[in-house]
């Protein structure tokens, strides 16, 4: 199996995974503070070298080596606060964006929990997310994290869920 062309695919998977251009994983690889080691980790990872196929053995090997370039602290440092910025800067129009984001950079903060208390890594207060002005009169208790402009809200413990604010209790 070509050890290029796994790092290859990781590369370009990371990239259509979180909406980045191989380029800026690309600098977010060489501008790690803690280089990676893609001969030790191609190797690690020599377990996922399993499929049917050599494109399927190539495709495994690529998930798994993406998920250990993510995993490491100096390229999370540069693309974390690429999609952090995106969380800030939604434009209210689709709740489901506002959630996709939130998951991918959830997703990226789960590979080192240790290092990223809540969304304070992102600079972001998940109480204050940004929002459509949310109506007053909701039930006492219930929290609504986001709104979009259609009404559609992110509500739940870990505001996972969507509903329309016209299912949102009220007083």
């Not at 980045?20 to 001969?39: C, H, K, N, Q, W």
């Not at 998930?63 to 390229?75: D, E, P, R």
Request: include cysteine.
């Amino acid at each position: 199996m070509d050890k290029c062309m796994v790092i290859d695919k990781a590369i370009k998977r990371i990239a259509n995974d979180y909406d980045l251009t191989t380029d800026t994983v690309m600098d977010a690889i060489e501008g790690s503070r803690y280089p990676l080691d893609f001969d030790r980790m191609v190797e690690e990872g020599s377990f996922c070298f399993r499929g049917p196929d050599d494109e399927s053995k190539s495709d495994n090997a690529s998930i798994c080596l993406a998920s250990k370039i993510l995993s490491n602290k100096g390229v999370q440092e540069h693309i974390l606060p690429i999609i952090c910025s995106r969380i800030r800067a939604w434009d209210h129009e689709n709740i489901e964006d506002l959630l996709n984001l939130l998951r991918k950079a959830v997703s990226i903060m789960e590979l080192n929990p240790e290092d990223h208390p809540a969304m304070e890594t992102c600079g972001l207060d998940i109480g204050h997310l940004p929002s459509e002005e949310i109506p007053g009169n909701i039930l006492p208790g219930y929290r609504i994290w986001s709104m979009d402009k259609k009404g559609m809200c992110l509500v739940g413990s870990d505001a996972n869920q969507v509903i329309t604010i016209e299912h949102v209790p009220r007083i």
